[in-house]
């Protein structure tokens, strides 16, 4: 498929055979000698005629198809490599719009990189988990240019930044397009995570298929939507990771305290308890500063590194530009062919 060609104006092509005029016209002037016999042979003469002749046929054919918009149509190839399908789950509560601090040191600043979303270099506002969380999100993606990348972010309700692709620029404007305005008060996990599910629905399995759920809380979903997620999640195999940036004073995800396991004072301990039972590689990373989310994110990576098959599709490749390039090539070709043109033998 990718030698195939297409034009924008077909019919125009109707106008080819004018490159056969070349080889119908005669010369228009003779040079003038008294008698014919006495010219000796000239081959030379006789192959540059020709090479002339041929070069205005080409040019003649190079115009039209540049007139008719000559491309090549995006197609689609089998691609291999190293990776997987992810879905990025990303939080876009209000949580996650406070400073990032550890827990156990509350007046630590994260220098682990340089935030530039709109700031100075000069800024010594510290970032906030959500700024931190999508920088490194943005880092993993960069280093894993086989994986094919889907985002939704949720508060309320989810919304799709992204569909399925391996195309870094789009990944990358995704993850930074959640940092713009402020999120919302109350979150629905439960929903969020259907509707990620819902994006391996018809998807031919190629290989490892994970949803990455990036959170600073937990939530405490209804029975029928817990069945459908488990449901879900072990028809399309897909694995789940939950990389959970703790706030301070927060309680963890292994608390053993029983009065936490009805999820009512913790239910990150819920979700975490319910996501380990559904039957799907499950694991949970508790970050509470920048370290342990790279840390954690570093773990996924090396996780999640197996062979993979995908359909790339190389886009539409427009090559009216070459020739428009060859003709102007051949025509000035024949001007200096002209321009060398012996009018008179004395």
């Known amino acids: 498929m990718s030698a195939m060609l297409d034009f924008d104006h077909p019919w125009l092509l109707l106008a080819l055979p004018l490159a056969l005029l070349p080889w119908w016209q005669r010369p228009r002037e003779a040079l003038r000698w008294s008698w014919g016999e006495l010219l000796p042979p000239d081959p030379a003469s006789e192959v540059l005629d020709l090479a002339l002749r041929a070069a205005a046929s080409?040019?003649?054919?190079?115009?039209?198809?540049?007139?008719?918009?000559?491309?090549?149509?995006?197609?689609?190839?089998?691609?291999?490599?190293?990776?997987?399908?992810?879905?990025?789950?990303?939080?876009?509560?209000?949580?996650?719009?406070q400073i990032f601090v550890s827990s156990?040191?509350?007046?630590?600043?994260?220098?682990?990189?340089?935030?530039?979303?709109?700031?100075?270099?000069?800024?010594?506002?510290?970032?906030t988990k959500q700024q931190v969380a999508r920088d490194l999100?943005?880092?993993?993606?960069?280093?894993r240019p086989d994986d094919r990348f889907a985002m939704l972010a949720f508060s309320t309700l989810p919304i799709r930044a992204l569909a399925f692709t391996e195309k870094p620029e789009a990944v990358q404007s995704a993850i930074a397009a959640g940092q713009v305005g402020?999120?919302?008060?109350?979150?629905?996990?439960?929903?969020?995570?259907?509707?990620?599910?819902?994006?391996?629905?018809?998807?031919?399995?190629?290989?490892?298929?994970?949803?990455?759920?990036?959170?600073?809380?937990?939530?405490?979903i209804e029975p029928e939507r817990r069945e459908d997620i488990a449901r879900l999640a072990r028809q399309y195999r897909v694995g789940i990771y939950w990389i959970y940036i703790r706030s301070h004073r927060s309680p963890g995800l292994r608390a053993e305290d029983a009065a936490m396991a009805n999820g009512e004072t913790a239910p990150e301990y819920f979700l975490h308890r319910f996501l380990?039972?559904?039957?799907?590689?499950?694991?949970?990373?508790?970050?509470?500063?920048?370290?342990?989310?790279?840390?954690?994110?570093?773990?996924?990576?090396?996780?999640?590194?197996?062979?993979?098959?995908?359909?790339?599709?190389?886009p539409r490749q427009d090559l009216t530009p070459w020739a428009w390039g060859a003709a102007l090539l051949l025509v000035l070709g024949l001007l200096v062919g002209k321009l060398l043109e012996l009018k008179s033998w004395r």
């Open 276 to 314: 380990g039972g559904i039957g799907v590689p499950y694991r949970a990373y508790e970050a509470e500063d920048t370290e342990a989310l790279k840390r954690a994110l570093a773990d996924v990576s090396r996780l999640e590194n197996l062979p993979i098959s995908y359909r790339d599709i190389v």
């Open 104 to 127: 156990a040191n509350s007046q630590q600043q994260p220098t682990l990189f340089s935030y530039n979303v709109g700031r100075e270099s000069s800024d010594k506002k510290r970032p």
């Open 137 to 143: 999100l943005a880092d993993f993606a960069a280093q």
């Open 182 to 220: 402020r999120g919302l008060a109350e979150t629905d996990i439960g929903l969020a995570m259907l509707d990620a599910l819902d994006l391996f629905r018809e998807r031919p399995y190629t290989g490892s298929r994970i949803l990455m759920l990036v959170s600073d809380g937990g939530d405490v």
């Open 58 to 97: 080409l040019a003649v054919v190079a115009l039209v198809i540049g007139s008719a918009g000559c491309y090549r149509p995006a197609y689609e190839v089998d691609q291999v490599g190293q990776g997987a399908e992810i879905v990025m789950l990303v939080d876009r509560s209000r949580s996650m719009d």
